[in-house]
C-alpha cells in the first residue's frame, strides 16, 4: 500500500487553478513556477493529498498520477489507445489474473501497462512491435510507470516479454488465453491468431475506420467463420459534465471517435 511520498516518485501538483504539473521528485532539487518554488524535500515525506505551499504561500495538492493520468502526460511514439477505450478492453478481452495475453503492437506503451497490471505477478504479457524505435519509447514508459509511481503496484505487475518481430509473419506462442491486436491491418494476423489462441480464448481488435471493422468483418465471415465467433463490435462514448455555481451541463469538448473495439472468440474448428 502506498504510504507516504518518497524520494524518485512521479507525483503531480495541482494548482489553484486545476492546472498540474509532473515532477519527478529528487532530495535537495526544487521546482520553480510562476507561482514560486516549492523544494522537493517538502513534497518528500508529505501524504498524498496533502497541500505544500511555494514561496509565495501558493497552495499545491499533492498526488501521485492515476494510470489514466500517467498515460495522458507519458512520451508518446504512435498514437495510443486513450484510457475510456483501455478500460472497455481490458473488460470486453475478459483480461483476467495469471492470464498470457499477446498484443501487437506495443506502440507507446499505453496499453500494456494496463495488461501488466490486470495480469497481475503471475500472468504474462508478449509483445510484438516490428518497430524498433517504438520499442525503445514503450520501454522507457513501462519502465518509468512501475519505477516511479508509487500505486503502480511494481511487485503485483505480470511479467513482460518483448519481441522485434513483425505479427503478419507469425505467433511463436501457442495456448495463448488474449490476443489484443492495435494495428492496420488485423485480417492479416487472423490466420496465426487461429493456431496461437486457445479455444476459449478471446481476441480483440482496436480499428479507427469503418471500412477496416468492414474487412476484418468480412474475413471472419468468409474463412474463418469455423474458428470465431464474433461476440461484438463496439464503441465507447465518454462525455464529461462540468457542474459551476448554478450551472450543470457537458463540457464543450470530448473525445469523440477514436477506434471500434472487435471481440471475437477461438472456437473447435473440429465440429
Ligand atoms: C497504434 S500503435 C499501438 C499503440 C499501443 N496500443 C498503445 O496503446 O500505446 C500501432 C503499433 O503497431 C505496430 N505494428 C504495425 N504493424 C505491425 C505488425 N505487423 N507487427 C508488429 N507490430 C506492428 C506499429 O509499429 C505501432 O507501433
Same mark, same amino acid.
Given at each position: $500500500?502506498?504510504?507516504?511520498?518518497? *524520494?524518485?516518485?512521479?507525483?503531480?501538483?495541482?494548482?489553484?487553478? !486545476?492546472?498540474?504539473?509532473?515532477?519527478?521528485? =529528487?532530495?535537495?532539487?526544487?521546482?520553480? @513556477?510562476?507561482?514560486?518554488?516549492?523544494?522537493? #524535500?517538502?513534497?518528500?515525506?508529505?501524504?498524498?493529498? @496533502?497541500?505544500?505551499?511555494?514561496?509565495?504561500?501558493?497552495?499545491?495538492?499533492?498526488?501521485?498520477?492515476?494510470?489514466? %493520468?500517467?498515460?495522458?502526460?507519458?512520451?508518446?511514439?504512435?498514437?495510443?489507445?486513450?484510457?475510456? #477505450?483501455?478500460?472497455?478492453?481490458?473488460?470486453?478481452? *475478459?483480461?483476467?489474473?495469471?492470464?498470457?495475453?499477446?498484443?501487437?503492437?506495443?506502440?507507446?506503451?499505453?496499453?500494456?501497462?494496463?495488461?501488466?497490471?490486470?495480469?497481475? +505477478?503471475?500472468?504474462?504479457?508478449?509483445?510484438?512491435?516490428?518497430? =524498433?524505435?517504438?520499442?525503445?519509447?514503450?520501454?522507457?514508459?513501462? #519502465?518509468?510507470?512501475?519505477?516511479?509511481?508509487? @500505486?503502480?503496484?511494481?511487485?503485483?505487475?505480470?511479467?513482460?516479454?518483448?519481441?522485434?518481430? !513483425?505479427?503478419?509473419?507469425?505467433?511463436?506462442?501457442?495456448?495463448? !488465453?488474449?490476443?489484443?491486436? *492495435?494495428?492496420?491491418?488485423?485480417?492479416?494476423?487472423?490466420?496465426?491468431?487461429?493456431?496461437?489462441?486457445?479455444?476459449?480464448?478471446?481476441?480483440?481488435?482496436?480499428?479507427?475506420?469503418?471500412?477496416?471493422?468492414?474487412?476484418?468483418? =468480412?474475413?471472419?465471415?468468409?474463412?474463418?467463420?469455423?474458428?470465431?465467433?464474433?461476440?461484438?463490435?463496439?464503441?465507447?462514448? $465518454?462525455?464529461?459534465?462540468?457542474? =459551476?455555481?448554478?450551472?450543470?451541463?457537458? %463540457?464543450?469538448? $470530448?473525445?469523440?471517435?477514436?477506434?471500434?473495439?472487435?471481440?471475437?472468440?477461438?472456437?473447435? +474448428?473440429?465440429?
Amino acid at each position: $500500500m502506498p504510504g507516504q511520498i518518497k *524520494d524518485g516518485e512521479l507525483v503531480h501538483l495541482i494548482d489553484r487553478k !486545476d492546472r498540474s504539473y509532473r515532477i519527478l521528485l =529528487k532530495a535537495a532539487s526544487s521546482f520553480t @513556477s510562476r507561482h514560486g518554488t516549492i523544494p522537493h #524535500d517538502a513534497i518528500i515525506g508529505s501524504e498524498e493529498g @496533502s497541500i505544500v505551499k511555494s514561496c509565495y504561500n501558493e497552495k499545491f495538492l499533492v498526488y501521485r498520477p492515476t494510470l489514466a %493520468e500517467y498515460i495522458a502526460k507519458m512520451r508518446k511514439g504512435s498514437q495510443i489507445i486513450y484510457p475510456k #477505450d483501455i478500460a472497455a478492453i481490458l473488460l470486453l478481452g *475478459d483480461i483476467f489474473p495469471a492470464a498470457t495475453v499477446l498484443e501487437a503492437g506495443i506502440g507507446s506503451g499505453a496499453l500494456t501497462i494496463a495488461l501488466l497490471r490486470a495480469v497481475g +505477478a503471475t500472468g504474462r504479457v508478449i509483445s510484438y512491435e516490428r518497430r =524498433k524505435e517504438f520499442l525503445k519509447i514503450a520501454r522507457s514508459n513501462i #519502465d518509468e510507470f512501475f519505477e516511479t509511481v508509487e @500505486s503502480a503496484g511494481r511487485e503485483g505487475a505480470g511479467e513482460l516479454i518483448v519481441k522485434e518481430m !513483425d505479427v503478419y509473419e507469425g505467433i511463436e506462442e501457442k495456448e495463448l !488465453d488474449r490476443v489484443i491486436l *492495435d494495428l492496420q491491418e488485423p485480417w492479416r494476423a487472423l490466420k496465426h491468431v487461429e493456431k496461437s489462441l486457445r479455444n476459449g480464448g478471446i481476441l480483440v481488435c482496436y480499428i479507427p475506420t469503418v471500412m477496416q471493422i468492414f474487412k476484418l468483418s =468480412k474475413q471472419i465471415e468468409s474463412k474463418y467463420a469455423d474458428s470465431f465467433r464474433l461476440i461484438g463490435i463496439y464503441e465507447v462514448g $465518454m462525455r464529461g459534465w462540468e457542474v =459551476k455555481a448554478r450551472s450543470i451541463r457537458p %463540457e464543450h469538448r $470530448m473525445i469523440a471517435h477514436t477506434g471500434f473495439i472487435f471481440v471475437a472468440r477461438k472456437s473447435s +474448428a473440429v465440429g
